[in-house]
């Protein structure tokens, strides 16, 4: 496992003020929620201190000798009513205590837990927003499964922590404080004694909370390792399965999975150390009020119902340490979690539009200028890092309406000139006019909406036929798709579907063939109706017989468009107006077809590698053939 991946997983402080801080941004415009989960507080201890409140007076009131005397001031909710006896009135009392306990505790989770996702909705929507903002480059470097999870598990760690973390921690520790307070103003000598043993036990509380950051790292890490192993081998099931790798996957699954239970058998042990030293200290302070508790009694200091508000008081003190193993795990992860979104957040997108661009957008009185199509490369130099030119010193011009290719070997450039004409990215030297326009004038939205491209992997998404055509642009109308699917010979298939248009496809389109996705997608790219068209090895994935029905609809819709076609298959472009050579990141030679023929150059010999083996082939079937004739 790699370091960068290892430090993926790393956890960080349980408590990250400058994080908390940058998070009240998306729960600020709910915070009356929060603050009416705050005052809620303070009902809910009073009820939990009052069922040991009621039996006590109970114990003394109804079954001792006389009533206590702290309870004078509240005697009066004591004394039955209605003629109802006293102990049905004080079980009366209880029952009311507890059901209206219980009514704010529901109101008071769901008012959390509201919060929390509300908060977290407005978070997950703008991470998701900021993705589509970031360019092409970002993606190049980061996987995509990483990223998946900034918007997925990332998000609902913090929302969990709104649920079940921070507010269920504060409030935790109030109610402690609060049951010390009261203890120790219904009796301070036995409430002494009775907190003896609790620094004892925050010490081994400190000290399990390490060993349980420990393990709980660990099993981070470890259920990393199988979720990515998980998505390489569901993606890749097809090489698995062709090269019979089942058994060695299922080994080194089985080790991961193993190691993953044993990094929880840690973090349980851990638990339940802690577990059980809370219920040791529970057992011992009981034992310590029980026995110093008689001596008082015998003393007449304190009365039999006093004893038992701290026997119950006491329990309910150590509560909430029973989950602090839990507590500080969802705390520690949820700031893991923001530290890793923020990261996200604050980096900012490499192609941004300039000012300039965005005023003239937002600028209506301007004259429209003409749109012809016409596309200028100047002098561009570029590379994805440092200088290590993929594009050097570039220069050519596309008329309008003229079709042009580019060809040359792997990593010639082709496919980048492409990604720069879009504005995938920003060229390292040199400019790009569309139009006598520099691109980066023009707004993003803008110049995307004037090039429509082809590309060589098809990507569709679930949905119908139609939404993978138009992407739900308004104004792409249901006519718009039917005449586009019917210029690229679609419609012959489309309309055999079981509900023609209207056809819900599978993930990726996998339940068409690879010829009918790329049909769709040159239906798409037309209507997109832009005025520049980009065809990267658009046929590739296209039978021959299907590419003569996807060419004779390309012919007719090229008219009145700027081409610009990228392709091995030589073939394929041999009726295009100019063809551009690339080598190495430069245009070596320019032409026609049968020009750079006639030159004996760099297309020549590309030309020769292609065609020469298809007329050995050829020379080779066509001798066998005569000779099975005899």
Known sequence: MSAAFQEEEALGKAYDGRLLRRLWRWVA????????????????FVLELAPAWIIKNGLDRVLGAAPAP??????????????IPPLAWLATLYLLAMLTSAALQYWNGVLMSLTGQSAMRDLRRDVFAHLQRLHL????????????????????????????????????????VGFAIVLFLLEPHLAGVSFLVVPLLAAAAVSFRRGIRDAFRKVRVRIARINATLQETVTGMKVVQLFTREARNQRDFDAMNAEHRDAWRASIHYDAALFA????????????????????????SVTAGTLYVFIDWMRRFFLPLRDLSAKYSVMQSAMASSERIFQLLDTEPAIQDRVEA????????????????????????????????ILKDVSFRVAPGERIALVGSTGAGKTSIIKLLDRLYDVTRGRIL??????????????????????????????????????????????????????????????????????????????LSGGQRQLLSFARALAHGGDVLILDEATSSVDPETELLV???????????????IAHRLSTIQDVDRIHVLHKGRIVESGSHDELLARRGAYHRLY???IEPDLVGLAARRRLATRETG
């Open 358 to 389: 965005l005023a003239a957008l937002r600028a209506p009185a301007a004259p429209p200028r003409k749109k012809t199509g016409e596309v200028v490369f100047e002098h561009v130099w570029f590379a994805y890092q440092g200088e290590d030119w």
């Open 29 to 44: 415009p709910y915070r009356a929620q929060v603050f009416a989960t705050i005052a809620v507080t303070l009902p809910l």
């Open 137 to 176: 480059g970002f993606f190049d470097r980061h996987p995509v499964g990483r990223l998946v999870t900034r918007v997925t598990n990332d998000v609902e760690n913090i929302a969990e922590m709104f649920s079940s973390g921070i507010v269920a921690l504060v409030t935790d520790l109030g109610k402690m």
């Open 277 to 300: 030293a809370v219920e040791i200290a529970n057992g011992l302070t009981t034992a310590v009020i029980v026995g110093y508790g008689a001596l008082l009694i015998a003393q007449g």
């Open 551 to 565: 060419q004779r609809g390309i012919h007719a819709l090229l008219e009145g468009r700027t081409a610009i076609v």
């Open 70 to 83: 702290e309870s004078a001031g509240f005697a009066f909710l004591f004394d039955p009513m209605f003629g």
């Open 608 to 610: 020769r590698l292609q």
């Open 434 to 511: 569309l139009d006598g326009v520099d691109l980066r004038d023009i707004p993003q939205p803008v110049l995307r909406r004037r090039i429509a491209m082809v590309l060589q992997d098809v990507f569709l998404f679930s949905g119908t036929v139609a939404s993978n055509i138009g992407l739900e642009r308004e104004d792409v109308t249901r006519d718009d798709i039917e005449r586009a699917a019917r210029a690229v010979e679609a419609h012959r298939f489309l309309e055999k579907l079981p509900h023609g248009y209207d056809t819900v496809l599978r993930e990726r389109g996998s339940d």
